[in-house]
């Protein structure tokens, strides 16, 4: 599983070919990994979804040390901002996650949606410190990938559930 | 006597007082360890998953009359939990790390007697426990008490199937693109898929599927209005509740389940009056009087739904038309209602950390258990 | 270690002679076990220097809710009556200590000075309820037995060091 | 392309929307994880040992200058702290149970690179650690980094004594009657004991007892005035303070430790105000500058000795004089100086949680780290 996520993420990083990396995912499956799968057109449509139903009261400062930083739309969690990270980055020591639920938060600066990934930083137990709970976005645990309460640290290496504090990173543009 | 033996142990210098003592005092006390009454229909046991810690999940157990604090169990990272239909034991399945928050995990479904809240055994899980805020889809029990059923997220679903007569795991059933535990028979349960749709499972005692299927289409519509992952259970029914209040009932006993007619939990007023259903355990059933509890706030609009209630609706299930209004003295995160004839609505507040109780019938308020440490975040009943 | 405690308390409990039991313990000590000694005089003299030392603001009252309970001068942690138990009985399914660190406190229904100990009931996490902490007769760790800061689970059986919540029991008159 | 090449892995949706947004989007940003740099003079570790659970103590390292957070480190039950001389390695003591609270325990010296806050190798203990509200007399390490010395109690009183070099456990050493661990040199700690004598104790590097002197006599009062625990530190000088007030000074440097002249930190005068040293770490020393400084609070009496200060009191250690009086904007429970020529006194505060920081030298108020998550208790320094 862990190989497979790094495998992934790397795989995407390198790739400029959207059609090649499909074509790599599928032969990844047929190598008998069981994931929960979506057509892409389901986690855009939901993406979709998201930017239509109007403001949430929150994410619309450009300041990242606030619950209300645009980014933190969907955030569940602590900031790693107070706890030795910064929004981007996880405190020393803790072991990033190679993965994360999503959200679609509105940029203030140029009035465009991005997708965020909000990676938790684990190993460690909770920072406890600015706690923020915003909920654009967050289904149930049908919708794995979008829930903001599930505990986010699969692929994490060495394996550890406990999560420190989370980041808020720019996936890319919504289309 | 030598000069060791003037000297005393100093771990029972209390005790040791008491031999100098002895002459002129009162018979010494001792501490016995206190043993329970047999869980009645109003007790509640409330969890705190996020304590502090995300390494310790504790449950108080308390009686919902007396709301006086009954005992308290210890668990892991997240525990799911869940009391047999004889409410004798209750499971929790939890998660360890072997140096606290990392080093080796250990997922094991720990059973405890109900009447001592005591470990009694524990059988050893699959390490892919579904670790999320908790609620009741994350773990269920037959209703003849022999199999507990644990939901897997890794973030592939699946369910470990463990078996109580051999406290063993029997087996491990894939409901691959759906998630959930919900029991829907001797050897059923019901999961709901990322498109909307639902899967019912049959298994066997071996723990194998016989039976699994899909609903021909969603029951809902997961792009433009979502359903909160719990429904409320009457009977054979399940009343899911969506994010913007309507209702889509399910019958869980044929296979697959059939859809019931949606209806909605507001007029057109309220619903622009800006009223919406929302926060950690926003809705329970009373299958003895047929009767739906949303817990409702005002305002915020959309994706408040995890937003405290300031507000309990009551609902007819078969009439879809709402009998009662329960303004709450203090708004509440999370709601339960006992399943006997004479039902106690519990509302649970994370921050202060407190219950409030209510006749769920004629909404009197009844009395509040306040001072629970840490943040309370669900309850579970029986 | 376990049933060295046990096996003390239960000898203490049985004997009417003290001599008798002080003979015993020479031979469990020669049995070689290692334990903090002290002479007997050493243990009531501190008790006394405790009675002299004057009133600590707490433990006037007969009511074992609160902090002030009198039997509380020298507590330290939550009251069990609050954690389902009650100031003389754990809740159900801890583990009650064999023993306890001690306090010396007036009970104000007799104006007697009695000998308290404060055992502790191990194996759940703390119950976080009714925290109390007085600290009348309190010593650092060079005088363990006096020691309230100490996680006093000592000979809890099965073991565990996590208390839920701390129990006051009356041992006996102060001489 | 294959109707299973159109679907995407769920986990990672967000970087697949990259794909299909690649053409116009800013480079997609990565998470990397912080290193630190070598810990500053004015560091702090900030000790949590009762935050919510028994089960965890978390550590916050903090930045004495910046007041900000650096990182985090969790550890078990009541942990001690310690740090390499070369502040290269951070030493954690900890327990931990197979099933959090309960089940097997595993005592266990984690080994943590100082700039990574991550662990790098343990040492597996004896399963005797002193489990107690956490202080600086529970684990050293001798000055050239080769031994940790961990407090044992059980009641019974001894030390662990841990080959850095071998990573293994040398050796255990009793301290019958006596307890604490403090480093008094190359391979020479010393102990207090329960009828207030002093035990110095010197070991080689198999961890074998060398040489165990107790003092002829107690160097403090126990009965009637009692010492803190653990004493400030200022070079081969140990200063205890008594809850009453008094200075004992030892000097390490014999075997056994030889007994300074005791005075008073009061005058009859602040006596009588009712001015008494209390906290859960009252006192710290600075080498540096030959200072003590000492946390007071006003009234309450006898056995008020952990009750938060509002003031510090800072004493010039040759003249025993008074020197300053600092007055805590908010009143704090333990106090640490840094060991530079320009220290820093911090104050910690339980609840509300905050460090305060000042100017030791001059008393300036610098500044306050708030909102530290749960309840801090003790501070560690370098």
């Known amino acids: ?19 090649g990396f499909l074509a790599r995912m599928g032969k990844l499956m047929l190598g008998g990994m069981v994931l929960p799968l979506l057509p892409v057109d389901r986690v855009m449509g939901t993406a979709r979804a998201q930017m239509t139903m109007g403001p949430t009261g929150t994410g619309r400062t450009d300041d990242p040390s606030t619950c209300d930083y645009w980014r933190y739309c969907g955030f569940d969690g602590n900031l790693c901002g107070c706890c030795g990270g910064s929004h981007t980055e996880c405190p020393a020591g ?31 137990d909770v920072c406890g410190r600015c706690f923020c709970e915003n909920n654009k976005g967050d289904m149930p645990i049908y919708r794995t990938q979008l829930d903001n309460g599930v505990i986010w640290c699969f692929g994490t290496k060495p394996s550890s559930y406990v999560v420190n504090c989370t980041t808020a990173v720019r996936l890319g543009l919504k289309t | 006597m030598t000069k060791r033996a003037v000297y005393i142990v100093a771990i029972v210098c209390g005790l040791l007082t008491w031999c100098g003592a002895r002459a002129q005092m009162p018979p010494e006390e001792g501490v016995k360890v206190r043993e329970l009454p047999l869980a009645g229909p109003h007790w509640v046991f409330i969890m705190n998953p996020f304590s502090g810690t995300l390494q ?23 525990s799911a939990f869940a009391v047999s239909p004889d409410r004798k034991q209750i499971y929790m399945a939890d998660t360890f790390y072997s140096r606290g928050s990392r080093g080796e995990r250990t997922d094991v479904l720990t059973i405890y007697d109900a009447r001592h809240l005591a470990p009694v055994g524990e059988v050893i899980l699959p390490t892919k426990r579904q670790l999320s805020i908790p609620d009741s889809s994350q773990m269920a029990v037959t209703p003849d008490g022999r199999f507990v059923l644990v939901a897997n997220v890794t973030p592939a679903t699946s369910v470990s199937v463990v078996d109580m007569v051999n406290r063993s795991v029997a087996g491990e059933i894939e409901t691959s693109g759906c998630a959930e535990t919900l029991i829907a028979g001797a050897r059923r349960f019901v999961s709901v898929c990322s498109d909307g749709a639902m899967l019912t499972t049959e298994f066997n005692d071996d723990g194998k599927v016989t039976a699994q299927k899909r609903t021909d289409k969603p029951f809902f519509d997961i792009e433009k209005d979502p359903v909160f992952g719990v429904p409320a259970r009457v009977g054979e029914d399940a009343y899911f509740v969506s994010y913007h209040g309507m209702v889509y009932p399910m019958n869980f006993a044929s296979n697959p389940a059939t859809p019931g007619s949606a209806w909605s939990l507001f007029s057109d007023a309220e619903r622009q009056a800006g009223w919406l259903p929302g926060g950690y355990q926003p809705l329970w059933g009373n299958a003895a009087k047929g009767l739906l509890f949303v817990l409702m706030h005002q305002g915020g609009g959309e994706w408040t739904h995890k ?4 507000e309990v609706w009551v609902y007819d299930l078969k009439q879809h038309k709402r009998i009662d209004r329960i303004v709450l003295p203090q708004a509440a995160n999370s709601i339960l209602v006992s399943q006997d004839n004479a039902p106690t609505l519990f509302a649970l507040s994370a921050m202060p950390a407190m219950m409030q109780s209510f006749s769920a019938l004629d909404g009197r308020y009844l009395g509040t258990i306040s001072g629970l440490s840490g943040v309370p975040w669900e309850m579970f009943g029986l």
Chains 1, 3 share one sequence.
């Open chain 1, 94 to 124: 803790t072991i990033m996650s190679p993965t994360s639920w999503v959200g679609t938060c509105r940029d203030p600066s140029d009035g465009k949606e991005y997708i965020i990934g909000y990676r938790d930083c684990c190993g460690k």
């Open chain 1, 1 to 19: 599983m862990d190989s497979l996520v790094e495998q992934l993420t790397r795989t995407v990083a390198q790739r400029t070919s959207r059609r």
């Open chain 2, 307 to 310: 937003n405290p209630g300031t």
């Open chain 2, 56 to 78: 310790v999940t504790s449950v108080f157990v308390v009686d919902g009359d007396s709301l006086q604090i009954m005992g308290q169990m210890t668990g892991g990272i997240t």
